[in-house]
């Protein structure tokens, strides 16, 4: 069993940056894949990006790809998401996401545990 929370979502104007952070309970977190998902009022769920166990392979969406960076800390139980230059189009409810094993996926009903989200706006 695997519990995340996420954080560090807010309001930010176009251009700005936010940290997010997602904490994991459970003494297996190493042995999860961990990404990213993102979801704006009436629209479907969407991968934004994962990170292997180890952290040395990441895998971004199109969309963000040079803007964010995802990275994992398994000694804090932490995965992180950096985002940066933001846009309006970013805005959504940003939710963490775990995966047991070592399959890649971008498709949420593949993950095994989810965060509640994290609110960010970003403002023109």
């Known amino acids: 069993q695997v519990q995340l929370v996420e954080s560090g979502g807010g309001l930010v104007q176009a251009g700005g940056s936010l940290r997010l952070s997602c904490a994991a309970s459970g003494r297996t977190f190493s042995s999860y894949r961990m990404a990213w998902f993102r979801q704006a009022p009436g629209k479907e769920r969407e991968f934004v990006a994962a990170?292997?166990?180890?952290?040395?392979?990441?895998v971004y969406a199109n969309s963000v790809k040079g803007r964010f960076t995802i990275s994992r800390d398994n000694a804090k139980n932490t995965v992180y998401l950096q985002m940066n230059s933001l846009k309006p189009e970013d805005t959504a409810v940003y939710y963490c996401?775990?995966?047991?094993?070592?399959?890649?996926?971008?498709?949420?009903?593949?993950?095994?545990?989810w965060g509640q989200g994290t609110q960010v706006t970003v403002s023109s």
């Open positions: 996401a775990a995966l047991f094993g070592a399959k890649w996926s971008d498709r949420p009903n593949e993950y095994d545990y």
């Open positions: 990170i292997s166990w180890s952290g040395g392979n990441t």
